[in-house]
T-cell receptor
Framework: SAVISQKPSRDICQRGTSLTIQCQVD?????MFWYRQQPGQSLTLIAT?????????ESGFVIDKFPISRPNLTFSTLTVSNMSPEDSSIYLC???????????FGAGTRLSVL | QKEVEQDPGPLSVPEGAIVSLNCTYS??????FMWYRQYSRKGPELLMY????GNKEDGRFTAQVDKSSKYISLFIRDSQPSDSATYLC???????????FGAGTQVVVTP
């Protein structure tokens, strides 16, 4: 399985600011995914990021609020823009396995917005 | 109705007991079935993976898939306090990528 590093591990931010979360993988992967996990809830897919193309967003998530970059096969960023307290959540990066749709996850970024 | 239903618990068991977890689903196109374990303040960790129907065993863990009933289970034998975590089921179709996750069941194993 891939080793996934996510930064920052946690942050406390002010309302109206933006935070960029980084996800680095130790091997080349085709697809990277960004999830949100709100307290006590399951994972909700925000978007899927392929290298060299625009990210594909799920219903309820828009690019202006959650811009994503995927400059190469080992790295992606998710920005949470113009934050409000409702954005307080854990944000998780995952990558796919080359032979199946098993996904492997980073440790997550715990975000609190005041 | 959610595509994947999972009882959120908490499920409390004494050390050494068998833990039984399950998920039901509505999408008959699901072919890949996974169980993830998530400790507090950590990302989900893949525990078991099954393709299509059947059973799979790995040490103290057994995963079962019953596609006719749209029901999957995870059993943990000889449970340990270190098994205390949230267990998430996840499912995917043959198409590449997207997974549907259950709500997660919190398990507490008491010494």
């Amino acid at each position: 399985s891939a080793v996934i590093s996510q930064k920052p591990s946690r942050d406390i931010c002010q309302r109206g600011t933006s935070l960029t979360i980084q996800c680095q993988v130790d091997s080349q992967v085709t697809m990277m995914f960004w999830y949100r996990q709100q307290p006590g809830q399951s994972l909700t897919l925000i978007a899927t990021a392929n290298q060299g193309s625009e990210a594909t967003y799920e219903s309820g998530f828009v690019i202006d609020k959650f811009p994503i970059s995927r400059p190469n096969l080992t790295f992606s960023t998710l920005t949470v823009s113009n934050m409000s307290p409702e954005d307080s959540s854990i944000y998780l990066c995952s990558v796919d396995s080359p032979r199946s749709n098993i996904q492997y996850f980073g440790a997550g970024t715990r975000l609190s917005v005041l | 109705q959610k595509e994947v239903e999972q009882d959120p618990g908490p499920l409390s068991v004494p050390e050494g007991a068998i833990v039984s977890l399950n998920c039901t689903y509505s999408n008959s196109a699901f072919q890949y079935f996974m169980w993830y374990r998530q400790y507090s303040r950590k990302g989900p960790e893949l525990l078991m993976y099954t393709y299509s129907s059947g059973n799979k065993e790995d040490g103290r863990f057994t995963a079962q898939v019953d596609k006719s009933s749209k029901y999957i289970s995870l059993f943990i034998r000889d449970s340990q306090p270190s098994d205390s975590a949230t267990y998430l089921c996840a499912m995917g179709t043959d198409s590449w990528g997207k997974l549907q996750f259950g709500a997660g069941t919190q398990v507490v194993v008491t010494p």
